[in-house]
């Protein structure tokens, strides 16, 4: 099993450009979790998915979409990237809540210029 | 909302000593969580605690929930070099899907 994979690992883009991030899980999990990390602030959670089809907002969800259309999948969107959106981005996955283990991918480095 | 504070946000060990780093919740959590990121890596989950004054220990780490589940520390005895990383406390609220994460603490070793 690959576990949690995320593509791409490091992005640059120029403010106001698009792009999306996909993360994928292999184990059947029903809940995926998209975070971002910055220095001395923890990960912050952006949107939430509880299952296929479903979407919620995190902690900090402004500037981003997402979108949940396979169990597998978990997409984040920016539709128009700002320098506060360099970040480095985590998908995580979790079967249920009652287990609540997550499951991190290994990361999205994202550059906004 | 829900807001995990640990301390230090720093901890400078050096090779062979213990240490202890905290975690406290403004909320009662159903349940406490820890992972562990390497530098340049991503979050790995330790361990969770779910019950009030639960102790848990992983060789050289002990891990413990205090009694009214708003605060949790994790000490490591004899610090080796494995041990750099940033530590992560995690909690979930009553009937909460989110996990909310405490700011960590990065640990470093002196050997």
């Known amino acids: 099993n690959a576990g949690v994979t995320q593509t791409p690992k490091f992005r640059v883009l120029k403010t106001g450009q698009s792009m999306t991030l996909l993360c994928a899980q292999d184990m059947n999990h029903e809940y995926m979790y998209w975070y971002r990390q910055d220095p001395g602030m923890g990960l912050r959670l952006i949107h939430y998915?509880?299952?296929?089809?479903?979407?919620a907002k995190g902690e900090v969800p402004d500037g981003y979409n997402v979108s949940r259309l396979k169990k597998q999948n978990f997409l984040l969107g920016l539709e128009s990237a700002a320098p506060s959106q360099t970040s480095v981005y985590f998908c995580?996955?979790?079967?249920?809540?009652?287990?609540?283990?997550?499951?991190f991918g290994p990361g999205t480095r994202l550059l906004v210029l | 909302g829900q807001q995990v504070m640990q301390i230090p946000q720093y901890q400078h060990v050096q090779e062979g000593e213990d240490f202890t780093t905290y975690c406290n919740s403004s909320t009662t959590l159903s349940n406490i969580q820890w992972y562990k990121q390497r530098p340049g890596g991503h979050p790995v989950f330790l361990i969770q605690l779910v019950k009030s004054g639960e102790v848990k220990k992983q060789k050289r780490l002990t891990f413990q929930f205090g009694e009214a589940k708003k605060n949790s520390s994790l000490h490591i005895t004899a610090t080796q070099t494995t041990d750099v990383g940033t530590y992560f406390c995690?909690?979930?609220?009553?009937?909460?899907?989110?996990?909310?994460f405490g700011a960590g603490t990065t640990v470093t070793v002196r050997a």
């Open positions: 995690a909690g979930h609220g009553s009937n909460d899907y989110k996990l909310s």
């Open positions: 998915s509880v299952g296929e089809g479903t979407t």
């Open positions: 995580a996955s979790s079967y249920w809540v009652a287990e609540e283990t997550q499951y």
